[in-house]
């Protein structure tokens, strides 16, 4: 039966009811559930404009068209989405036999809308779309440690991992871009003959899907239904110096102290974990960090600012375990301890979802972290290992690690954003492991996680930080030289450091960090000192060679300060990525869009990383742009539309200027 009620389409048979509204120009959000009523959360997305759609019902059909979208239900329930020229961007796969005229009835009994019961009252939800093109491209869904950035052809697990950030938004080719709108763990199958969507536990099927003519006009369109980054403030634009872990102020001022001397461009500098007596005392141990506003004084007037690392983690000893437990604001577990994690302590997670313990958490961070002139949060998801998942509207049994990262990027972000905010601190930045869709407008800046020193790694951080910025997360960086191993006298981790070097400097945030071999000696025996420090990890670090390298980099990466801050203007504006897929810039140069192992650095730099060992000569491809690119490293010229052949020794990078 169809109706019409206001501005949606209804379809309802049975005990299920299907809706399709505008939300956005061109853009259609549908929904359908079989619980009794359809739930009013929206998710990722944000209340639409006014939009007038135009809705055509008969006896065999029914139609919703918004501007260049259109949708058509059959008189048995089965949805197709199109442009405004005609053509199929969506259908969805059913193979039954209620209506046998249709050229795809089948005897399977495959439903496109699959729901089935849960005990406890929820769904096991799968939505099967027809694979329309097996040339189609796909592109986003956040960020997955593989080298692929078409993403068609791949199985990707919907749940959140250390180094995993699903953000179920994808980009076809065909001219769409399709949201999963449920924040539930599952699994996206991008096959070459279905495509399909499941949720292991919720209450409706729900997803966005959007018309247009390039990838720009989709990412905009999804930036205006999610929301969009603050502005980037200034200490963004620069170089981040960070490492696993300094252990003691003395440490960490020396450090700035010799990045001045010599003269090397440095924004902020970054105080990683366990700088706290015990977790969740959201504090300075004052045993390694006596005088925190003397430090701060200094590094302002070194013009340095401060990172400093936040765990959502609280330890039984700390000194807020017993009032948190006594008003709710912890995790609870379905049966047993209540015990998160045992890294260091034993401890829980404090209960993001809940806007009360979102405020506590922020005091305390006011109080001895913002106060003293820190704006600027490591929001660390940390690693849970049980199974203490328990939140109202999910209930998994999967293990927390995936659990847990569903609902902190977002929620946990929150918590600092609505604090800064209401301090009139808006240009904010929240390092996070993990985020989902929307969690862009929250200020958060995604890291690729702890990830591998190796050349198989720095190769998936391309993919994966290209398929951020597809997926509507223009800020995001990477561990330059990667977090776990590299022993900076190796002279095989010293290429794959210049090499990451020189590609980090053209991304959206250059932070070098790592957790560097040999581990450093304990310094203590108190606090956070059994965590013990990585190697040294600054420039100089890596012996003379790779220092002049890197130090021509760092003032590179200086030298385009207003032109970054111009990109980040944009992502604030628009959504457009920082970092762009060739095929984003140039959408009618059919080489663009196999390329996968160049990008553009803004509209400007074609970039292309070195990203094997002893390479010392590349092949390039050159957009067609109706004119000239100009090597970064001399006057050389060269035509557009053209793979040519280029050297790339040690200390150089491939970099092309369009002019």
């Given amino acids: 039966m169809f109706a019409q009620q206001e501005n949606r389409l209804v379809f309802s048979f049975d005990a299920e009811q299907l809706w399709i509204e505008p939300w956005g120009p061109n853009a259609l959000r549908i929904r359908a559930t079989k619980m009794s009523a359809m739930p009013d959360t929206d998710w990722a997305l944000l209340p639409p404009g006014a939009c007038e759609p135009e809705i055509t019902i008969t006896d065999d059909s029914a139609t919703l068209a918004n501007g260049r979208i259109r949708a058509v239900v059959s008189k048995r329930g089965k949805l197709t989405v199109w442009n405004s020229t005609g053509k199929l961007l969506l259908e969805e796969y059913a193979r039954n036999r209620r209506d046998v005229t249709d050229p795809k009835c089948s005897a399977l009994e495959v439903e496109a809308r699959e729901f089935r019961p849960n005990v406890g009252g929820d769904y096991r939800l799968t939505a099967r779309f027809e694979s329309l093109d097996p040339k189609e491209k796909m592109y986003g869904m956040g960020q997955y440690q593989q080298p692929h950035l078409d993403i068609k052809g791949h199985q990707l697990e919907l749940a959140h991992r250390n180094s995993q950030a699903s953000v179920p938004f994808l980009v076809s080719s065909r001219g769409y871009g399709f949201l999963w709108n449920n924040p539930a763990i599952g699994n996206a199958i991008l096959g070459k003959n279905i495509i399909s969507f499941e949720a292991l536990s919720t209450k409706a099927l729900d997803y966005w899907v959007v018309a247009g003519d390039t990838p720009a006009q989709i990412v905009e369109a999804y930036a205006n239904a999610t929301g969009k980054v603050p502005m980037m403030p200034e200490y963004g634009l620069g170089f981040w110096q960070c490492k696993l872990r300094y252990q003691t102020q003395e440490e960490l001022l020396e450090v700035a ?32 960090w006596p005088d925190p506003d003397a ?147 929250f200020g958060a800046l995604v890291w690729s996680g702890d990830i591998a020193s190796s050349w198989s790694s720095f190769r998936d951080q391309l993919a994966a930080g290209l398929n951020m910025g597809m997926s509507g997360l223009p800020w995001w960086t990477t561990d330059i030289g990667g977090f776990h191993g590299g022993d900076p006298n190796d002279a095989a981790f010293r290429e794959l450091m210049v090499r990451w070097f020189q590609w980090g400097t053209f991304c959206p945030v250059m932070r070098l960090h790592g957790d560097r071999e040999p581990k450093q000696p304990q310094h203590g025996t108190t606090g956070g000192a059994t965590c013990l420090s990585g190697a040294p990890n600054e420039v100089w670090s890596y012996g003379p060679e790779v220092y002049d390298i890197c130090k021509t980099y760092l003032h590179i990466r200086e030298d385009m300060r207003a032109y970054t801050r111009g990109l980040m203007r944009e992502a604030h504006d628009k959504g457009t990525p920082v970092i762009r897929t060739l095929f984003y810039e140039f959408p009618h140069d059919k080489m663009c869009w196999e390329v996968e192992e160049q990008y553009m650095y803004g509209d400007k730099y074609l970039c292309c990383p070195v990203l094997e060992p002893g390479q010392r000569r590349m092949e390039v491809y050159l957009p067609n742009i109706g004119g000239k690119w100009k090597s970064f490293w001399s006057e050389a010229m060269f035509s557009g539309g053209e793979t040519i052949e280029v050297d790339c020794p040690l200390d150089k990078m491939p970099i092309f200027v369009r002019r």
């Fill in 257 to 288: 102290r010799e990045y001045k001397r010599r003269k090397l461009p440095i924004d902020l500098i970054v105080i990683d974990f366990f700088h706290w007596p015990k977790q969740g005392d959201w504090k300075f141990d004052t045993t390694y």
């Fill in 295 to 441: 430090m701060i004084a200094e590094l302002k007037s070194l013009n340095i600012e401060l990172m400093v690392s936040i765990w959502p983690t609280v330890d039984r000893d700390s000194e807020n375990f017993d009032e948190m437990l006594e008003k709710g604001y912890l995790i609870r577990s379905e049966r047993g301890v209540r015990t998160v994690m045992h890294f260091q302590g034993n401890t829980v997670h404090f209960d993001a979802t809940n806007p009360v313990s979102r405020d506590y958490v922020w005091s305390k961070a006011k109080q001895n972290y913002y106060s003293k002139g820190i704006k600027v949060f490591w929001l660390d998801e940390a690693e849970p290992e049980y199974d203490v998942y328990d939140f109202d509207n999910w209930r998994y049994h999967l293990g927390a690690n995936t659990a847990i990262g569903n609902i902190y990027p977002r929620e946990y972000s929150r918590a600092f954003y609505e604090g800064m905010t209401a301090e009139g601190q808006t240009n904010i930045v929240n390092l996070v492991r993990c985020a989902w869709a929307g969690s862009q407008k």
